[in-house]
T-cell receptor, first 113, second 119 residues
């Protein structure tokens, strides 16, 4: 089956620093990837749609300058949380599209202290 | 408006019993897909079952079956013979639109149901 790898699985960073999260499709090419955010015991909320070679499409209310998305190749999309604050602490999870089906990465638990 | 609604924040079931997790959806798109995912405490999203809007029969995958009632816009998940390892959060999700669109594959999730299986 299709495998999506997300790295790191967890990260702790200081307030004001930036954190990069990688999402890789290991055995298929993904022109489209999706980034979700999830607070404890809540639903997954779509943050943005990442398309290879073009700018990401952000959902309403998501700050594009704070959550930078780069989809530079057909197998890699990155999410950079810039100038992180404690309220950015959350679970971030990506999915890659293959023939309409979504394959999820393992997720990244971000804690900003 | 909420597109996917899961009205059960928590459910309890005895081991080896069956349990139904509710999901209703709202869409005006004639082409859509409905998914169920299991999310254990580790956070990974485990795909369980899929139902397409044009599928005539209810989907089944092992102990999982989907009770698809299109007119009522419901897609309930039935887990038969519950096991302790089934304890997790369960999400219903919907994909709208036709293949080829740039956002095809985008999922809208329900609020989730925490299932606890008792021995």
């Amino acid at each position: 089956g299709a495998v999506v790898s997300q790295h790191p699985s967890w990260v702790i960073c200081k307030s004001g620093t930036s954190v990069k999260i990688e999402c890789r499709s290991l055995d298929f090419q993904a022109t489209t990837m999706f980034w979700y955010r999830q607070f404890p015991k809540q639903s997954l909320m779509l943050m943005a749609t990442s398309n290879e070679g073009s700018k990401a499409t952000y959902e309403q209310g998501v700050e594009k300058d704070k959550f930078l998305i780069n989809h530079a190749s057909l197998t890699l999309s990155t999410l950079t949380v810039t100038s992180a604050h404690p309220e950015d602490s959350s679970f971030y999870i990506c999915s890659a599209r293959l023939e309409g089906e979504a394959f999820f990465g393992q997720g990244t638990r971000l804690t900003v202290v | 408006a909420q597109k996917i609604t899961q009205t059960q924040p928590g459910m309890f079931v005895q081991e080896k019993e069956a349990v139904t997790l509710d999901c209703t959806y709202d869409t005006s798109d004639p082409s859509y897909g409905l998914f169920w995912y299991k999310q254990p405490s580790s956070g990974e999203m485990i795909f369980l079952i899929y139902q397409g809007s044009y599928d005539q029969q209810n989907a089944t995958e092992g102990r999982y079956s989907l009770n698809f009632q299109k007119a009522r816009k419901s897609a309930n998940l039935v887990i038969s013979a519950s096991q302790l390892g089934d304890s997790a959060m369960y999400f219903c999700a919907m994909r709208e639109g036709l293949a080829g669109g740039t956002s095809y594959g985008k999922l809208t999730f329900g609020q989730g149901t925490i299932l606890t299986v008792h021995p």
